[in-house]
Structures are given as structure tokens and as C-alpha cells.
């Protein structure tokens, strides 16, 4: 979660399965998972090895992030399709037994996680739209801080 002092421009909000499923990951790839959601969180630019947007009706608006480590390859699942907010989804090492194609039980897992935090982002909206707020007064003050210097 996003701390008061942040000056992102999102805040990262994880589901409690995928904050679990984060930490379990080695550390290595939890440090490269960080780097590339504060891209993400800051509307920075990811390599295309690391970031797919999912397609097909169901998984729209859900993109998973990427790391190869010691011949495995982990994912993070999110949506950041909120101003505010990139919810996380999922984490952890998704081996596919068809040809690269998402297993269909992980699928239902995406999109059911995907209508939760859809409907606890339209609940705490406003709660959402204030922490942004002053993560912009937080990123004026150090704009204007490092513009005396």
C-alpha cells in the first residue's frame, strides 16, 4: 500500500490472496515486481518482454507483468485502469500446459478478482480521489523543494 508522504501519481492496492502471493515469490523477484509497479504506478514506460495486456472479453482490462528467474517464470496480475489506483491481482509462478495460454481456472480467478476490486473501488471512490490528491500536493512540494535547491 501506498504510504501518506507518497508522490506517486497511483497508489498500489493489493488483494489480500495476491499480497500473499507476492511475498511468497524470491526475494529477486519481488525487488523487479516493485520497480516494474512503480512504473506503472507512475505512468512509466515498461518493456514489452515484461508487460502484456491480457485480451478476450473476460480478462479486458488485466495485465500481467513478467520476470524470468532461475528457469521459472513469475507474473503479477493488476488493473490500472483507475486514475487513482493499480489494484494487484495475483502473483506467483504460472507454469501453462497449453501453449502459453492462461489455465482456465487462473482465468476465473483474474476475472472474479477483477469484479471485486471493481466494486470496492466504485465503493471507496472518493477516499481513493483524496489520497491522490494530496500524493499531487506531496509531488508540488517536492517539485518546488528540489526547484529552490
Do not use: C
Not at 507483468?65 to 504460472?94: C, H, M, N, Q
Amino acid at each position: 500500500m501506498t504510504s501518506d508522504d507518497a508522490i506517486d501519481i497511483k497508489e498500489v492496492v493489493f488483494l489480500k490472496a495476491a499480497e500473499r502471493a507476492f511475498h511468497a515469490v524470491p526475494e529477486e523477484v519481488k525487488d523487479t515486481f516493485d520497480l516494474l509497479l512503480t512504473a506503472i504506478q507512475n505512468n512509466t514506460a515498461v518493456p514489452r518482454n515484461r508487460r502484456e495486456d491480457l485480451v478476450g472479453g473476460t480478462l479486458g482490462g488485466i495485465s500481467e507483468l513478467k520476470v524470468d528467474f532461475d528457469s521459472d517464470t513469475y507474473r503479477t496480475y493488476f488493473v490500472a485502469e483507475f486514475a487513482e489506483v493499480v489494484f494487484v491481482l495475483d502473483a506467483g509462478i504460472k507454469k501453462s500446459k497449453t501453449q502459453g495460454k492462461i489455465p482456465q481456472e487462473q482465468v476465473d480467478v483474474l476475472v472474479e478478482r477483477k469484479k471485486q476490486v471493481a466494486a470496492y473501488y466504485k465503493t471507496n471512490k472518493e477516499r481513493f480521489e483524496r489520497r491522490y490528491q494530496t500524493r499531487q500536493k506531496n509531488r508540488a512540494r517536492r517539485a518546488a523543494s528540489e526547484a529552490g535547491k
